[in-house]
């Protein structure tokens, strides 16, 4: 099985391209999904974040009030930092588990999109990395614009991360998403093109 990380900072344009991967055949293993599934009532890390923020974190459903924890954690790094010692090992346990079906049903190239691949020293684990970037000032727009978030909670967001400078160079991919919807497409199924290539030529 050829395993690519695919990854970008928040508003990259990640989603769009695992997306146009998908429609090509890509088997796409998403940490974000894992990541809410991880979280959902009656899992060890749902129980563990409650003992650790207390009930504020709590919607009135008795699930995880997202935003609440979100709003916690991006203003206090060691607040994120104990988040993520809870999640981060409960998603690896099941990027495992997911990987480990997709190839008994015979999978040739598993797609990990992982946005915070570089941060959690992930690098090394796959047979290549993509980096899906755009200038910060348009990741900046778009999350004030499509995910309703204020001008001061999206620049905490994007400051969290590793700068998309550092991570260019470790990157084996890079898609540039500065253009028009389309030029991402093209972009995205052009790298596919070569990915595909490339772990024939492994084989």
């Known amino acids: 099985m050829f395993r690519v990380g695919l990854t970008g900072n928040i508003a990259s344009g990640k989603s769009t391209v695992a997306r146009v991967w998908a429609r090509l055949g890509a088997a796409i293993i998403d940490a974000d999904v894992l990541a809410r599934r991880a979280v959902e009532p009656g899992m060890p890390a749902f129980r563990r974040i409650v003992e650790t923020f207390g009930p504020d974190v709590l919607a009135a459903d008795g699930r995880l009030d997202r935003a609440a924890l979100r ?29 480990a079906a997709l190839a008994a049903r015979g999978a040739e190239i598993v797609v990990h999109d992982v946005p915070l691949l570089f941060e959690v020293g992930l690098e090394d684990a796959f047979d290549v990395v993509v980096l899906v970037d ?7 727009e778009r999350l004030v614009r499509d995910r309703g978030l204020d001008e001061a909670e999206a620049r905490r967001m994007i400051d969290a991360q590793m700068p998309a400078a ?38």
């Not at 755009?134 to 900046?140: M, S």
């Not at 991570?167 to 540039?176: H, L, N, P, T, V």
């Open 166 to 203: 550092e991570k260019r160079g470790r990157a084996d991919y890079i898609i540039d998403n500065d253009g028009t919807l389309q030029d991402l497409e093209s972009r995205a199924t052009e790298t596919w093109r070569k990915i595909v290539e490339r772990a024939r030529g492994s084989a």
């Open 71 to 99: 709003r916690i954690v991006f203003r206090d790094p060691a607040a994120r930092a104990r988040l993520e010692a809870i999640v981060h090992p409960e998603v690896a346990r099941l990027r495992e588990e997911e990987e």
């Open 134 to 140: 755009a200038p910060e000032a348009i990741r900046l």
